[in-house]
């Protein structure tokens, strides 16, 4: 995802785990920097910009934490969980709100409900 002209890598996965690991890239510096690693490791989780930060959600094994980046303080936080575990879904910041949608639950199942997070 991209917040203020920078492309930011959260987690992921390489091949023997999850990552936990966070790298930015500077493209007028044509330059990648780490920078403050997420508590928990994540893969096919979902991720968001919205009021300057980045919004981390769910994840692989179906987990429901929602973690909040401050590039300012360099910085997790983590925030109310999701009602529902999910991985592989999708999430979009609009209005200054962030909506989970869809993806895949606990149990394998599909979901097709969406939440919604109000930082307010």
Not at 48 to 53: D, E, H, N, T, Y
Not at 99 to 112: C, E
């Amino acid at each position: 995802m991209v917040l203020d002209g920078k492309v930011y890598a959260v987690g992921g996965y390489d091949g023997a785990g999850k990552l936990g690991t966070v790298e930015v890239y500077d493209p007028q510096a044509d330059s990648w920097q780490r920078v403050a690693s997420m508590p928990q490791r994540v893969t096919r989780h979902a991720a968001a910009v919205m009021g300057g930060k980045i919004y981390v959600t769910g994840g692989q094994i179906a987990v429901n934490s929602v973690y909040v980046y401050d590039p300012q303080a360099n910085a997790w936080t983590q925030l109310a969980s999701m009602g529902t575990a999910r991985l592989t879904h999708a999430s979009a910041a609009v209005g200054g709100k962030l909506y989970v949608f869809g993806g895949w639950g606990a149990s394998t199942q599909r979901l097709s409900t969406a939440e919604v997070y109000d930082p307010a």
